[in-house]
């Protein structure tokens, strides 16, 4: 075999491996590009959590009991064929009395009506916080429209079960739009947190802390 038989050959078998080693590159470029598609969104879906699933709203999250589950009620057929209300928020000094769905309905969209948060706890819960949110504005479904009309000491009743909860907000305070909000709150304490965008702000929303002061039969 001449010099020039084994040159090609070398150069042969150089080529080859080349072609292999970008094709393996190539493997293992896409395999960590998907990997961290995936982790991203992963990361996102937990910090958003399933909140969009029912309305283009930013998910409110109190970090602290997210991983609690708690106890839902059920809806029967004949229920919600004829009221899917589970019970009612009312402010008097704004003139809002409108029901809440349970967690697991489909009317428990903020589209629809106010929205109970997922990671939110019921009102009977001990020490719990019970999380609603709704738009303001002028559509049809701005049902916290009025909510920057409250001060500290205005008070909510919400119905339940049977029994009326009244509560004294205790904290207003502003964040930013960033799809998860800081709730402030003594947890010692049994809460009603109100969420909405801010009045004359598109760029953040305001929450409202409020302590339960009264429970009676309805």
């Not at 009620?73 to 029901?99: C, F, H």
């Not at 909860?165 to 947890?187: A, E, L, M, S």
């Not at 409202?208 to 009264?214: Q, T, W």
């Amino acid at each position: 075999m001449n010099k020039k038989s084994i040159t090609i050959g070398i150069l042969t078998m150089l080529m080859g491996l080349t072609i292999m080693s970008f094709n393996y590159l190539c493997k293992k470029k896409d395999y960590a590009f998907d990997y961290m598609n995936k982790q991203l969104y992963a990361t996102s879906k937990q910090a958003i959590g399933e909140f969009t699933s029912y309305a283009p709203m930013e998910e409110e999250v109190e970090v602290v009991n997210a991983n609690e589950t708690p106890e839902e009620p059920v809806e029967t057929k004949e229920a919600s064929k004829k009221n899917y209300y589970i019970g009612y928020l009312q402010i008097s000094k704004i003139n809002l009395k409108r029901g809440f769905a349970s967690k697991n309905s489909k009317q428990n969209n903020v589209q629809k009506n106010i929205f109970i948060t997922k990671t939110s706890d019921y009102p009977d819960k001990d020490k719990g916080n019970f999380i609603l949110a709704a738009h303001s504005g002028s559509g049809y479904n701005a049902y916290f429209n009025d909510l920057y009309k409250l001060k500290v000491n205005d008070t909510a009743t919400v119905s339940y079960k049977g029994y009326v909860y009244t509560y004294k907000i205790k904290k207003i305070y502003k964040q930013k739009k960033t799809g998860v909000i800081g709730i402030d709150r003594d947890f010692d304490k049994t809460t009603l947190t109100l969420v909405t965008c801010t009045n004359n702000d598109n760029k953040t929303q305001t929450i409202y802390i409020a302590e339960l002061v009264k429970k009676e039969v309805g």
